[in-house]
């Protein structure tokens, strides 16, 4: 069962455009991760948000956990070609120490 | 540059072959993972240590065994392998205390098995 949905799984912009990150679960999780990995390498974590309606800042990249804590979002600013990679979402289950919940990922392409 | 270091980059082997995979990390970290990654696909867990010891096997095969001679250093042994193992392999790491604390991601292990 696939506890987090991750939307969209692709996604081509033209730079300079914005655009938004959805990860939405019926399930609450005790907190939530986003990660970017490019090839060849692994995940990058980008964020942790841990506490229901917390909005984090990160340059261009804002992160916000639901106020249930069942859903978060990922939005990008006047995006980039460096922005460029396959962004993941990760849930910490209430119950079930030291396990992540992966979203499958939404594959970014930003164009010059 | 990853907190997290894991060698080799890249691995050939033999169905019959043994190898073991390395991971290594300084943080202090007291969590040690292990990951299993297909092509345009999320990780899939396969093996959690805490405190050196294994607390966590997601039903993975025998041909898949893991170690954790100490607290920086996580190793899996692979023998065995079928084709349909080859994926990157990635070790991960966190402070110790539930999942509300972030985990860190080496660069894997590109594994090909022929």
């Known amino acids: 069962t696939q506890l987090l949905e991750q939307s969209p799984q692709f996604l081509s912009i033209q730079e300079g455009e914005n655009l938004t990150v959805y990860c939405n679960s019926s399930s609450v999780f005790s907190s939530l991760q986003w990660y970017r990995q490019e090839p060849g390498e692994g995940p990058v974590l980008l964020v942790t948000v841990v506490t229901g309606g917390e909005v984090k800042k990160l340059k261009r990249l804002t992160f916000q956990f639901g106020d249930a804590r069942k859903d978060s979002s990922l939005h990008i600013t006047a995006a980039q070609p460096g922005d460029t990679g396959l962004y993941l979402c990760a849930g910490g289950r209430i119950q079930g120490a030291q396990k992540l919940v992966f979203g499958q990922g939404t594959r970014l392409t930003i164009n010059p | 540059d990853t907190e997290v270091t894991q060698t080799p980059k890249h691995l050939v082997m033999g169905m019959t072959n043994k190898k073991s995979l390395k991971c290594e990390q300084h943080?202090?970290?007291?969590?040690m993972y292990w990951y299993k990654q297909k092509a345009k696909k999320p990780p899939e867990l396969m093996f959690v240590y805490s405190y050196e010891k294994l607390s966590i096997n997601e039903s993975v095969p025998s041909r898949f065994s893991p170690e954790c001679p100490n607290s920086s250093l996580l190793n899996l042994h692979l023998h065995a392998l079928q084709p349909e193992d080859s994926a990157l392999y990635l070790c991960?790491?966190?402070?110790?205390?539930?999942?509300?604390?972030?985990?860190?991601f080496g660069d894997g292990t590109r594994l090909s098995i022929l």
């Open positions: 991960a790491s966190s402070q110790s205390g539930g999942n509300q604390r972030p985990q860190h």
């Open positions: 943080m202090g970290h007291r969590a």
